[in-house]
C-alpha cells in the first residue's frame, strides 16, 4: 500500500479510478457471473469496500485489480448467506467459486469483456434510448443523474429505461457473445449509431439551456476510440473516431462569451483543437487504408468524417472547397440516402450555385413532407431564403424552427434571425 491519504484524497481516489476502470470491472464480472446486474451490483459493493479501506489502509498499487478481487470476493460472501442471490448467479464461472481468485491481468481478455459489453448494451433488441443509457451507465460509468441531466429528462425515466433493458437483455437471452462473419457488421452498426448519437447529442444538444454538453462529446469519444483500438480491421470504426476528432475540434469556438450559438462561418478558427484536427486526420487515414486493404468503398462515418476534414483544412470560411464537399454529399446520398443528408447537401450545393438551387432541393424535401418536425428544415430553408431577399417568408421560417428546437440557445439565435428578416423586410 501507498502513504496513509486522507479521507477526501481517498475518496477522490476511489470516484476516479471507478469512473475509469467501472467498464472493464462490469464487463469482467458479467462474464464471471452471467449477469449484468448482479455485476453492478458487485462492482457497486467493491467501491463501498474502497471507500471504507483506502481511508485506513491507503491506496493499493493496482486499484483497478483490487476492485476486481473485492467483487469476486463479495460474490462469493453473498452466495454463501444469501440464497436468493445465488439463484440470480446460476451462471457462476468457476474461477469465482475458487478460494483467492487472481485479478485479471490478461489484456486481450480485458478486451474481448469490453467489446462483449459494448455489443450487448447496443443490442438491437433494445430501444434506441435504452441503448444509449446502458451504454453511458456501463461502458461510460456515469450516474442514472448525470445521464438525465445530460438529456434533460426526469432521472426516474433513466432508471426505468435502464431497468428495462437489463430485464428485456435476461429475458431475451441475449447472448454476452462478439458476433463474428457477416453478423459482426450489421451489429457493429447498431455499437456505432449509439456513439454517434451520444456525441451529437453533446455537440448539439436538442433541450435544455445549454447548446453543448461537452461531458457528453468526450464519453463518446473515449467510446469510439476505444472501439478503434478494439476492432483495428474494421474501417467504419475508424471513420467515427475521425469525424468525432474532427467535430470535437470545434467545441471550444461554437459557443461565444456569454454562451450564445457560434455557427460555423462565424466561428474563430484559431480557437479550433489543432491536435484533435491533426488526429482525426489520422484517423481517416486509418480507415480508408483499411477499406482499401478489404476492398470496400468508404463508409457512411469515414464519409462525413471527409466533409468534416474539408473544413478543418480551410484557415477561412471563404477558404472551404465547398465543391468538393458537394461532391462527398452527392456520394453519401447516393450510398446512404436521407433526407437529412439531402438537406445537407442542399446547403453544400447552395455555397457552390447559389442560394436557388439550394433552395430547389429543400423544397423538393418539403414536397415530399419530409422533416416536417425537424427545426432545421426550417433554419435551412428560411437562411436560403433571407439570401435571396425573400424576408417575410424566411422570417416565417425561422419562427417555425424556434418552435420546433427543445435549446433554448438555439431558440434564441433563430428568433433573432427573425428579428432580423423583419427588420430588413
Known sequence: MSGQPSADSARRAAEAVTRMEWPRLVAGLTRVVGDIGAAEELAQDALVAALEQWPRDGVPPNPGGWLMLTAKHRAIDRVRRNRTFARKLELLGRDLVTEQPPPDTNDDLVEDDLLRMMFTACHPVLTEPARVALTLRLLGGLTTEEIARAFVVPESTVAQRIVRAKRTIADKRVPYTVPRGAQLADRLASVLAVVYLIFNEGYAATAGEDWIREELCQDALRLARMLGELLPAEPETHGLVALLELQASRLPARTGTGEEVVLLDDQDRARWDRLLIRRGLAALGRANSTARARALPPGRYALQAAIAAVHAMAATPEETDWRRIAGLYAVLAQRFPSP??????????????????????????????????????????????????????????????????GNTSEQALLLDRAVACAQAD
Do not use: I
Open 340 to 405: 437529412v443528408v439531402e438537406l445537407n447537401r442542399a446547403v453544400a450545393v447552395s455555397k457552390v450555385h447559389g442560394p436557388a438551387a439550394g433552395l430547389e432541393l429543400v423544397d423538393a424535401l418539403v414536397a415530399a413532407g419530409a422533416l416536417t418536425d425537424y427545426h432545421l428544415r426550417y433554419a435551412v430553408r428560411g437562411d436560403l431564403l433571407a439570401q435571396l431577399g425573400r424576408y417575410a417568408q424566411a422570417r416565417a421560417e425561422f419562427t417555425r424552427a424556434a418552435e420546433l428546437t
